[in-house]
């Protein structure tokens, strides 16, 4: 069945110190991939996406991806985070164009500590 | 553009009650998505549509659940009667198709479903 695996439901880290939030896809022929993310009590935002073309995606507010077909994974990560990436990260697959159906993870919390 | 729109953005509701929720899509995208977060579930993926017309309502919990679309320009999600298990939060979203290039949904900011 396809499906996406976030392999970390809550992530504790200190400030400035670097994250990676795991995702694994089904394997499939071919996959877009995106990350989302929500701030408490808003809707989700999208991060990034890969849909073709360089493995390694650069997004907003830092947070960069790559897009691993060996591997079916797609790990987000942030060299430095901010308290203020404090939410919740989810990771979502497109496993056919034709139907543009997003399939999304379970959520990884990413908690930033002073 | 102003996104996509939902509302109301709160809304509290007796059980037995019908419940309209409204989506207002962003102009040009040809997708149109309904999503449910709960804590325990997730984010569901309950029906969606492509150029109006309902692709895949599979998620749907059930009868109780119905989704339209008349236009381009505006969608709704019913529950009647609603129940204390349909509180969630509701989000729709919309799209152009990903072999655009252009790819990836843009969300409403949710409506929050309380049936007491």
């Known amino acids: 069945a396809q499906s996406v695996t976030q392999l970390d439901s809550q992530v504790p880290v200190f400030e400035e110190a670097p994250v990676e939030l795991r995702c694994n896809y089904s394997?499939?022929?071919?996959?877009?991939l995106f990350w989302y993310v929500q701030y408490p009590n808003q809707g989700l935002q999208l991060l990034l996406k890969y849909l073709s073309g360089s493995t390694l995606v650069k997004g907003i507010n830092g947070f960069e991806a790559e897009f691993n077909k060996s591997q079916t994974s797609f790990h987000l990560r942030k060299p430095s985070v901010h308290i203020s990436d404090t939410a919740e990260y989810f990771c979502?697959?497109?496993?056919?164009?034709?139907?543009?159906?997003?399939?999304f993870g379970q959520g990884t919390t990413l908690q930033v500590k002073p | 553009d102003a996104g996509v729109i939902q509302s109301p953005r709160h809304e509290v509701t007796e059980m037995g009650q019908e419940v309209t929720l409204r989506c207002k899509p962003i102009s040009g995208h040809d997708y149109l998505f309904w999503y449910r977060q709960t804590m325990m579930r997730g984010l569901e993926l309950l029906i969606y549509?492509?150029?109006?017309?309902?692709?895949?309502d599979s998620g749907m919990p059930e009868d109780r659940f119905s989704a339209k679309m008349p236009n381009a320009s505006f969608s709704t999600l019913k529950i009647q009667p609603s129940e204390p298990r349909d509180s969630a939060v509701y989000f729709c979203?919309?799209?152009?198709?990903?072999?655009?290039?252009?790819?990836?949904?843009?969300f409403g900011s949710g409506t929050r479903l309380t049936v007491v």
């Open positions: 394997s499939s022929v071919s996959v877009y």
């Open positions: 549509f492509n150029n109006n017309v309902p692709i895949d």
């Open positions: 979203a919309s799209s152009l198709r990903v072999a655009t290039g252009v790819g990836g949904y843009t």
């Open positions: 979502a697959v497109i496993y056919s164009s034709n139907t543009g159906k997003l399939i």
